[in-house]
Structure formats: structure tokens, C-alpha cells
């Protein structure tokens, strides 16, 4: 893909959507400082372009830690475009995982609203989740992309064989990290999203700042994989 955004920007060096291509292209292989002056000049190419707010917000700003900066892009893209399903729910994932879930919940309203869009149902678990109410969260993980919540869940209502089973059974490291938070099992945890690092999984940004992994913050291996993924 790097030689058709090449080319695309030799054809014409002004346009702002391969900019945001190019963007997203640094930053997979964790070249920040190039990443963001790409996006940057996607946005001064054209301000009004939702999809480099959006990118430059949840893939570059987030993930590198600036995650303030990264929301309020993407807040930016909800502003020029209140009835974006795909944004509504890029800025939910990145409320749900600054841990804000009085506020992804009232965006969740809007997007029922909007659609009923079974993306959403993961995220609403992790907000009711963030409130404590695990009876209510526990009914939003339906299907194989959130059995990792679901053994989470299971553990913190104290349902250790449930979990233990969802752990065995486990195929994906994300889904064993979060079991085995919920079990309290650091050693697992960090197994886990070494394996993710290692097979340069672009979600283990955001799951190290995860609030339901709050378990491994403070511990020295969390710099050592941060420095794994290019933090």
C-alpha cells in the first residue's frame, strides 16, 4: 500500500487523503514524529476532513499516550458530522477507555438512536462495567469478539469456574488478557500482551491504558512492553 500512497502523493502532493494514508502507514510500524506530520498536513490541506480528525485522534494521539489530545479530535468529527455511526463510535471506544462511562453511555444513546449497531453492544458492556453493574454489563457480550470481557465479567462477579473455563478455551491473547485480569493473574496478563506486541497486534496501544487492565499499572514490565511497541 506505501507505493500506491507514493504515488498518489507524487501525482499530486496536495491531496489531503493520501496524507491521512500516509499517516496511518508510519504510524503501523511506530514512526510517530513522521505519522503526525503527515496527518498534520492533511489537516491543513483541508481542516473539515473527518477522516484525518478521526485517524490522527485514535490512531496516532491515543495510542502514543496523549490521549486528551486524541479524544478531542475526534470530539472535532463528531462536530461536523453529529450523525456519523463510524464516528460516534470511534469517540465511544476512546471514552470507554479513558474509563469515561457516564459520557460513552450518553453517546451510546445516540447511537441507538441513529441505528441499532451491534459494534456499540461491546462498548456498552465495558461502560455499565466501569458503573459496577455487572448483571447489567454481562448481557452486552454476546458473540466470540467479546468472550475476553465475558470471563472478565465472570470473574469479578465471582463466577471462577465460568472464567476459568472462558481462560482454557481462550484462542486470542486479548481475550486471555482480560480473563486473567479479571482473575487478578498479573503474570498471565503481561503473557498475554507480550503475545499481542510480538505478532504487532494495533490494539495492544490501547489495551495497556485499558481502565479493566488497571491491575498492571505501576509495574516495571509495563515499561519494558512499552518500549517493545515504540513508546
Not at 450523525?83 to 469517540?91: D, E, I
Not at 460513552?104 to 459496577?132: C, F, I, M, W
Amino acid at each position: 500500500m506505501t507505493e500506491y500512497v507514493d504515488k498518489a502523493l507524487q501525482l499530486d502532493p496536495l491531496l489531503p487523503e493520501a496524507w491521512v494514508f500516509r499517516g496511518q502507514i508510519l504510524a503501523r510500524s511506530y514512526q510517530w514524529t513522521e505519522s503526525e506530520k503527515a496527518y498534520h498536513r492533511a489537516i491543513e490541506l483541508n481542516p473539515n476532513l473527518a477522516d484525518a480528525h478521526a485517524d490522527y485522534g485514535a490512531n496516532l494521539l491515543f495510542r502514543i499516550g496523549r490521549q486528551q489530545e486524541g479524544i478531542g479530535e475526534v470530539r472535532k468529527v463528531v462536530e461536523l458530522d453529529p450523525l456519523s455511526v463510524r464516528t460516534l463510535l470511534a469517540l465511544t471506544y476512546l471514552l470507554v477507555n479513558d474509563g469515561r462511562g457516564d459520557e460513552a453511555l450518553e453517546k451510546l444513546n445516540r447511537l441507538h438512536d441513529v441505528t441499532q449497531n451491534p459494534s456499540a453492544n461491546q462498548y456498552h458492556g465495558r461502560a455499565l462495567l466501569q458503573k459496577k453493574r455487572l448483571g447489567e454489563a454481562i448481557a452486552y457480550f454476546k458473540g466470540k469478539a467479546s468472550e475476553g470481557f465475558l470471563g472478565l465479567t465472570y470473574a469479578l462477579m465471582g463466577k471462577q469456574a465460568e472464567a476459568e473455563a472462558l481462560r482454557k478455551s481462550a484462542k486470542f491473547p486479548n481475550h486471555l488478557a482480560l480473563i486473567c485480569a479479571g482473575l487478578g493473574d498479573k503474570d498471565c496478563v503481561f503473557e498475554a500482551l507480550n503475545q499481542m506486541a510480538d505478532i504487532r497486534d494495533p490494539r495492544i496501544h490501547y489495551y495497556i491504558v485499558y481502565p479493566e487492565l488497571a491491575l498492571i499499572r505501576g509495574d516495571s514490565r509495563l515499561d519494558t512492553l512499552k518500549k517493545k511497541i515504540g513508546l
